[in-house]
């Protein structure tokens, strides 16, 4: 499985951004395609998954009534809308596919990174 996530860029706090993740390669029904962060100096954490099967979503507390996840199976694509952005949404966004839901040991395939920088 091949993962290329795409979306990020410079926002003032407030606004909003949308991340795209296209899956290429073997599909596995029951996976969960998930979105982590990571900023400077800290762990990559946890933002949002959806199962790919029956859209059953996950959401870190942070980012709950903030960042909706969706996908769209027929494009093998996963998005992240991002709105009410806070600086602290600042950070390197990674998509991932495993059978998750939120632990980063549970995902087996990782795209590159794109970076969100939120700014004051």
């Known amino acids: 499985v091949q993962l290329q996530a795409c979306g990020g860029g410079l926002v003032q706090a407030g606004g909003f951004l949308r991340l795209s993740c296209a899956a290429s390669?073997?599909?596995?029904?029951?996976?969960?395609m998930g979105w982590f962060r990571q900023a400077p100096g800290k762990e990559r954490e946890f933002v949002a998954g959806i199962r790919r099967s029956d859209g059953r979503t996950y959401y870190a507390d942070s980012v709950k009534g903030r960042f909706t996840i969706s996908r769209d199976n027929a494009k093998n694509t996963v998005y992240l809308q991002m709105n009410s952005l806070e600086p602290e949404d600042t950070a390197v966004y990674y998509c991932a596919a495993g059978y998750g839901p939120s632990s980063p040991g549970t995902y087996n395939y990782w795209g590159q990174g794109t970076q969100v920088t939120v700014s004051q």
């Open positions: 390669g073997r599909t596995i029904s029951n996976y969960v």
